[in-house]
Every structure is written in structure tokens, then in C-alpha cells.
């Protein structure tokens, strides 16, 4: 009787221990379900043998999704620097004040104007500006927008793909010659002319060019933001390979700024979404 009671005793004891144990294992998996991240981020800038950072770069995470914008500035003296941080810093608040899980398109066609404005009541008229590429992940879905000559890709399944088009003259001569609107010798000759054309700082900075259609993101999908300092200071093979690399985001990120060009003035900024996404 006493020996059928202790037995009991033990039995209870041990299913006690089972049970705290499966209570403790559940609430490490919801621990780390509540903390993980739908996107991790890392973002870098190389000042090359500029005196002056004209680049600026930020995320910010919210519960209307994660923003990313980058800015890459022109002009001389502080100008650029002064559009750059300008830019990113607008379009930063309003997301912050305004953002929404929808209509993304309208928030990026209030924000760019905005920010044009106060470039322009910050630096004298046509003396400087800005490249801004923002790009907005919502519930697993990517939307963009671009003026000036950044560049946004997406690395997916071991391959980089380009995104963006951009606003330098050689591009929009392409498009104007495949579209019939000019003659292929005075697209040829304008195409040897790297020039930017459209940029926020002017009174009238062109179209905004804006993905129409969100792009649906794939697990270890990488979206890469990146400015022309860095795209034109590495191989695309080269960024290629390190993307593949089995490493942390971070450590991506300074692979590949510790492989552009030392001259170049520049920043980059990757977004790996990390969910299954169906």
C-alpha cells in the first residue's frame, strides 16, 4: 500500500517534470516567434576620397512595414550632403506620421514632392540635389520608388537582378529610341552620355519611377539598395558571389563595401526578407 502510494508520488512528480518542460519548450518557440524579424537589414556608406559624405541611408520599422531610403547626393561644397540628409529625413517622418499598409503609390508621389520642396527652400535652385530610391516591405510585399540614377536589385535563388531603370540621359534615350521617339544615330550619341537628368532638387524632377505592381517576396530574398559609388565601384559577378556567401547580413554588407573601388563616394543598403511567403 505504502509502496503503491510512493510509486504513485513518483509518477505524479515525473509527469510534473514533462509537463514544465513542454511548457518551457513552447514558450522559448513563441519567445522567438514574437521576436523574429520579417526583414533583417544592414546598411553601410564608404566616403572614398570625397571630403564630404554626400550619401545618406536609413530604415525604420513600424507596424505598417519597413522603409528603406537611400540618397545620393550631388553638387558641389556641402550641397549634396544638405539634399541627401534632407531627403531621407522627410521621407523618414513622413512614413513614420502617414505611412499605411496600402496606397503606397500616393504616399511615395507625397513624399518625394515634399522633399523636393524643401531641398529647394534649403539649397540654392539648380545648384545641387539628390538620387532617392526608397523601397517599402509590407506583409511580404515589395514596392519602390526612384529619381535619379540609384539602383535597386533583387538577389533571389543565387542570381541578382536589376530592378530599377533610372533617370540618367543614356536610359531614357534607350527607352525614347524603343519607343520610336528618336532616330537610332541621335540615340547612339546621347547614349555616350552618362549624365543625370532627373533628381529632386529641381523644379521639375521628372516622373517618379514606381513599381505598379508590388513584388511578392520569396524567403532569403535579398533587396539590395545601392548607390551609383557603389554598382559602378564593383563587378556585378563579384557582388554576385558575395551575395551567395553563407553569411550574416551584416557581414555581406561590409564584404561588399570593403570590395569597392577605394575612390568611390557611396552606400548600400540590403533587406533580406526571411518569412515563407505563400
Known sequence: MISDYIDIRIMIIIASMILIGVLVA???VLVKIILRKDVLTALRLIIGKEEIQEDAVTVVETEKGILGVLADG???K???????????????DLFIAEGSKDM????????????NHEIISRVDSEKGGTSVLTAI???GYLHYALVGDAMLSIFRRNELYKISRGHS????????????KIEKNKAVSVLKDKKLLYYLGQASYGEIEINEEPIK???????????????NGIR???LENILRGKKSIDEICEDIISKVDKKNNGSILLMKYTLNNR
Open 104 to 115: 503606397q503609390n500616393y504616399f511615395f508621389n507625397k513624399a518625394y514632392n515634399k522633399a
Open 137 to 139: 516591405i509590407v506583409d
Open 169 to 180: 540621359i543614356d536610359v531614357l534615350a534607350e527607352n525614347q529610341y524603343l519607343a520610336g
Open 217 to 231: 517576396l520569396y524567403k532569403d530574398d535579398i533587396v539590395v539598395l545601392s548607390s551609383k559609388g557603389v554598382y
Open 236 to 238: 556585378w559577378i563579384e
Open 26 to 28: 513552447v514558450r522559448i
Open 74 to 76: 550631388l553638387g558641389k
Open 78 to 92: 556641402e550641397v549634396g550632403r544638405i539634399s541627401s540628409e534632407c531627403a531621407v529625413k522627410v521621407i523618414k
